[in-house]
């Protein structure tokens, strides 16, 4: 079975930094591209960014590039989103999700998400 | 503001049949295939229809999917109580260089 799961819930405050991370099982974890995908409060889904996990070809959705980092560890399967300096319009909920066709809104399966709460 | 855009709301009674709409442009669905999303309440999104009309295994055949030209359309013939969640359509975006997603659409049933 196909899993992605990710790290659990966080709280933070502005100016701290993060990396939460998604554990990918049950495929090749080189062949399909990662997206992050953040869900506001009550809100819709944004695409943040994808990454290759074969050379970590990465590409950022512009109103996301310079504010977030997207990175893998081949070794563990893992992909991993961090901030360098959180502020309170990061928080979100956060999915990962496996790309199954580059060019394609077509994800699946989705991380559970984890909840980044940053607050003072 | 989303690129793709969904009614915010639906509804319907049991067994009712309801449509949700999504509208795109020449760069994103004129171009490209259409996906739909069902989240559930408190739960991570998953596929619903992929391929403008086709369904997973496991998604039953009460759900549907259909394009024509800059437009999208997801169809649930006999709600079900179960059906209650938000629903968001996907595709590729040629300007943009990624996926763009609706706004949602939260259908209720009555």
């Known amino acids: 079975e196909v899993q992605l799961v990710q790290s659990g819930s966080e709280v933070q405050k502005p100016g701290e930094s993060l990396k939460i991370s998604c554990r990918c099982s049950?495929?090749?974890?080189?062949?399909?591209?990662i997206a992050w995908v953040r869900q506001m409060p009550g809100r819709g889904l944004e695409w943040m960014g994808i990454?290759?996990?074969?050379?970590?070809?990465?590409r950022y959705n512009s109103s996301f590039e310079g504010q977030v980092t997207i990175s893998v560890d081949k070794s563990v399967s893992t992909a991993y989103l961090q901030w360098n300096s959180l502020k309170a319009s990061d928080t979100a909920t956060y999915y990962c999700?496996?790309?199954?066709?580059?060019?394609?809104?077509?994800?699946?399966?989705w991380g559970q998400g984890t909840l980044v709460t940053v607050s003072s | 503001q989303s690129v793709l855009t969904q009614p915010p709301s639906v509804s319907g009674t049991p067994g009712q049949r309801v449509t949700i709409s999504c509208s795109g442009s020449s760069s994103n669905i004129g171009s490209h295939n259409v996906y739909w999303y069902q989240q559930l309440p408190g739960t991570a999104p998953k596929v619903l229809i992929y391929?403008?009309?086709q369904r997973p295994s496991g998604v039953p055949d009460r759900f549907s999917g259909s394009k024509s030209g800059t437009s999208a359309s997801l169809a649930i013939s006999g709600l079900r109580s179960e059906d209650e969640a938000d629903y968001y359509c996907?595709?590729?975006?040629?300007?943009?260089?990624?996926?763009?997603f609706g706004g949602g659409t939260k259908v209720t049933v009555l």
């Open positions: 049950g495929y090749s974890f080189t062949t399909y591209w």
């Open positions: 990454i290759y996990p074969s050379d970590s070809d990465t």
């Open positions: 996907a595709a590729w975006d040629d300007r943009l260089r990624g996926p763009v």
């Open positions: 391929r403008n009309d």
């Open positions: 999700l496996r790309v199954m066709s580059l060019g394609a809104g077509w994800f699946d399966p």
